[in-house]
């Protein structure tokens, strides 16, 4: 599956992928809840997809980082 073009995705996609991008710059893996949360909202398949599997990345830290690994 390719990435789309920044300007096929719906406003909605776009708004969602700016909170998630500023939450990611911000917080990073210590907010992986919330970014899970908003890619669960996004309606563009590639995208939904890539933030869901970076969350899954995120959570396997989060969990190495308190020692449940």
Known sequence: MERPKWED???HD???LG???KIDEERGWHDWPTI???ADE???EYYK???IRQCSHYNH???AS???L
């Open 9 to 11: 995705l719906s406003q």
């Open 14 to 16: 776009k708004d969602l």
């Open 19 to 21: 909170r998630i991008n």
């Open 36 to 38: 899970a949360s908003l």
């Open 42 to 44: 996004l309606e563009n």
């Open 49 to 51: 997809k890539f933030w």
């Open 61 to 63: 830290l989060e969990e």
């Open 66 to 68: 308190v020692g449940e």
